[in-house]
């Protein structure tokens, strides 16, 4: 037997579908399986499941936004978008809401953040590093999985006629869905199994094995593949599942009003738990009818009891205070049902504890029990029901303990299912961000999964910009193959870009190490000719150069052009290193030209090609092409540090097109980036690089202290609207209100920026945004290699 793959089943999938064939053969036919207590018929590949003869359903797995983190007026908005997502059913569709907190397999776990060997000399590195992601795992609730979906259900005669709507119904949840700002994706068949099976084997996390190829030569059906080896209900109060001990219950609602924290306080417990709402809605004119004809028998109980007061010779008004009440609140909800947004609906709210041992269990129900307390309800146990209970906790659509409450749309919404956001991949290329200051688990982010992955780290002196590039820095480095360069004005990334094998490339007025701003790649531009891009950034050097306050004039930038491409045509025709210009090549084209706008350009040259700041004016002499680069300017002085960054810029664009080619990231990190964006042509240079990037494979991340500089023209704010990552540490007053109108951040969020600690602030993530904290531990080697603070790296 093989798998639809065309590949051999190895040992343990053997084992698996023979323990499957034992599981199905009983010797004793008379007594029930675990697979007869499943309640389904068939689940087909496209995941629709027929559960009974005449009902089918489908189910959805939904994210989380954040809920609990947002300021009222949001959280307004996203409980109304939920009524309006509520009141989308009808009463022909059933759906049952199901939120699954499973024990993650540890190992498996940990296996996922580990990062791999490889053949070189920085091993001890990178299990130095997957040993501190593992103690940042362990100190949050990581161990739980925690999982959210919608399961909806129709009555039809066939499965012909049952596909088309179910397929409109999740069309339409799936719109919904997106107009919350809630990711969703649909489960196949498999997916749907593999869920099950996840739930029904609690005790311990197996692997799903299956694929449909097996059933045919095998004669199981889908259910011999999730059931668990035993289910036990002996006694009336809890059940078994496998070594698991399990306790069904329905919360009883008692209070007149809910508050929004309770579902996610069931959630928030740091035990397997699985909460369970089946809702259907009532026919609006059945439950219109239904409020009335409550209000007749009530009214006529009044008037009653009217007679009885007048026949004992007392106040007519003097009536039970039950009747009273009653027959207000009956009058508010048909009021509400008639000129309100609202629907009836019948709830029915299911609770499963688990736990190893019975004594672990009640621990667990209590705790559960106190959460319903604390907000006037009560956590009853299904006595004699829970194979019931369990079963009706399945994602299957299928109600079986019709315990049920009746509620207006406004009433079940307050179940709000969304609480705190996660982010956690897994891909290969996923990178530590710090720990969710909501949840304590691990933020693991991979940026080329974005739109765009261009990045920015802002945030006041202090507050850790530094050393939160250089941890993302090393973690690039450790598990990925992209090339790193970095711009590093104040030179503080050369001892890491050394401990990692790097080039650290120290430009200055008395250093040896040259760069030549007139390289070029023949890859430079997507156009015929590379020269128009580099074009571009030779008008740019010109007008750091130049200077003034109108920059270069059109006469100006029309000769510079013009040299560009004559001083470029011999490499051009033959792209030898020896015919490549330099600065000094320019300088004497320039002196050629008749226009007197030529000798005023000539002369400014004159001091970079002749004079005392002659540093580039010489061919590239160091090796560019290390996998880790930092171009240490800091001694170039206030005049030449801009060019400087400007030429470095130039640089890794000539590496990104290179790179390119060999289908290879480059990652850039501008320290300081502000300093490129006070000129007008620079700041142009640099949001044109920074749009062209992403289609390059580069992924560039500016750091700076001042969101503002980012905002200082409409061209520069390109930058702030093309990142889709943005690493926000402490901000100062100022940067504070602009990001909040900017990113649409909320007051309360806010707050994680206002004053916050060294390593603590917000992550804006595509549209995710989380506060977080990184307290990297101190007493590892990687620490002291990218500390930037004076005393430690004083004492180092």
Not at 18 to 38: C, F, L
Not at 44 to 71: A, E, M, W
Not at 651 to 663: D, G
Not at 762 to 773: A, K, R, W
């Amino acid at each position: 037997m093989a798998l639809s793959t065309g590949r051999k089943l190895t040992r343990a999938e053997r084992k698996q579908i023979e323990a499957a064939i034992a599981r199905a053969n009983r010797s004793n036919k008379k007594q029930k399986s675990a697979q007869d207590s499943i309640p389904f018929q068939r689940m087909f590949p496209d995941g629709i499941c027929r559960v009974t003869d005449h009902y089918y359903s489908k189910t959805i797995q939904f994210q989380d936004i954040n809920y609990q983190l947002n300021q009222n007026e949001d959280k307004t908005a996203i409980f109304d978008g939920w009524c309006d997502f509520l009141n989308y059913f009808d009463s022909s569709v059933n759906f049952q809401l199901s939120f699954v907190n499973l024990a993650a397999n540890k190992e498996s776990y940990m296996d996922s953040i580990a990062i791999p060997q490889q053949e070189d000399a920085f091993n001890a590195l990178r299990e130095e590093y997957t040993s501190m992601l593992q103690n940042q795992l362990a100190r949050g609730n990581n161990g739980l999985i925690k999982t959210k979906y919608i399961t909806f259900g129709i009555e039809s005669d066939t499965l012909k006629d049952a596909k088309p709507r179910l397929e409109r119904v999740e069309t339409d949840i799936l719109n919904n869905f997106k107009r919350l700002g809630v990711s969703a994706e649909t489960l196949n068949g498999h997916d749907r199994l593999r869920l099950m099976h996840d739930m029904l084997h609690i005790d311990e996390q197996k692997p799903f094995l299956f694929s449909w190829d097996w059933l045919a030569p095998s004669g199981l059906s889908v259910k011999d593949f999730i059931a668990p080896d035993s289910f036990e209900f002996a006694t009336g109060e809890s059940f078994s599942i496998g070594g698991k001990r399990c306790r069904a219950c329905f919360l009883q609602i008692l209070a007149p009003e809910l508050s929004d924290r309770i579902l996610s306080d069931f959630l928030d417990m740091e035990s397997s738990i699985i909460v369970t709402m089946h809702i259907q809605s009532v026919d609006q004119v059945k439950a219109i009818k239904t409020i009335k004809r409550k209000i007749t028998d009530l009214d006529k109980m009044k008037i009653e009891e009217q007679k009885k007061a007048v026949r004992s010779g007392y106040d007519m008004d003097i009536i039970p205070s039950d009747l009273a009440t009653y027959g207000s609140e009956a009058k508010k909800l048909l009021q509400d049902l008639q000129s309100r947004n609202e629907r009836m609906f019948l709830l029915t709210f299911l609770v499963i504890n688990t736990a190893d041992t019975k004594p672990q269990l009640r621990i667990n129900w209590l705790q559960a029990s106190s959460i319903a307390q604390k907000y006037n309800c009560a956590l009853t146990k299904l006595d004699f029901r829970q194979e019931e209970g369990m079963m009706s906790s399945l994602p299957l659509g299928l109600n079986q303990i019709e315990i049920q409450r009746g509620l207006t749309t406004s009433s079940v919404a307050i179940f709000v299912p969304f609480t705190t956001q996660e982010l956690f991949q897994t891909g290969k290329e996923a990178l530590y961000c710090g720990i969710n200051a909501l949840s304590n688990n691990l933020i693991m982010v991979d940026r080329k999964l974005l739109k765009n992955p261009n990045g920015l780290i802002l945030g006041t002196p202090g507050s850790g910009k530094s050393f939160s590039a250089k941890r993302e820095i090393a973690n690039v480095f450790l598990v990925t193959n992209d090339d790193i360069i970095i711009c590093d004005p104040e030179a503080e990334y050369g001892l890491l870009v050394e401990h990692l094998g790097g080039q650290v490339i120290k430009i200055s007025p008395t250093s040896t190490d040259y760069i030549n701003p007139m390289d070029l790649n023949l890859n430079y531009s997507e156009d015929e000719n590379p020269l128009s891009l580099k074009s571009d950034f030779v008008l740019s050097l010109c007008e750091l150069i130049v200077g003034g306050k109108e920059g270069l004039q059109p006469v100006e930038k029309t000769i510079i052009d013009r040299c560009v491409r004559l001083i470029y045509r011999n490499y051009l025709n033959d792209p030898r290193p020896e015919n490549m210009p330099i600065l000094q090549d320019l300088y004497d084209e320039l002196r050629r030209q008749d226009e007197k706008e030529a000798n005023y350009l000539a002369t400014a040259l004159e001091i970079y090609v002749t004079g005392s700041l002659n540093v580039f004016n010489h061919r590239t002499n160091v090796d560019i092409k290390s996998r880790v680069v930092a171009y240490d300017i800091k001694e170039l002085g206030k005049q030449l540090k801009k060019i400087g960054m400007l030429i470095v810029q130039d640089q890794v664009w000539n590496r990104v097109t290179v790179n390119r080619e060999a289908h290879k990231s480059t990652r850039y990190y501008i320290d300081e980036m502000h300093l490129l964006l006070r000129e007008e042509q620079t700041a142009a240079y640099t949001v044109e690089i920074w749009k062209r990037f992403r289609k390059w494979g580069g992924v560039p991340t500016g750091i700076t202290q001042n969101v503002k500089d980012l905002l200082s023209s409409r061209e520069v704010e390109n930058i702030f609207e093309n990142s889709d990552y943005i690493y926000m540490l402490n901000q100062a007053a100022g940067d504070r209100q602009i990001l909040s109108k900017q990113l649409n951040i909320s007051t309360h969020q806010l707050s994680y920026v206002t004053h916050s600690g060294e390593g603590e602030g917000l992550l804006f993530y595509g549209n995710i945004i989380l506060p977080f904290t990184d307290h990297f531990p101190r007493d590892t080697e990687l620490y002291r290699i990218m500390t930037t603070k004076p005393q430690e790296v004083a004492e180092q």
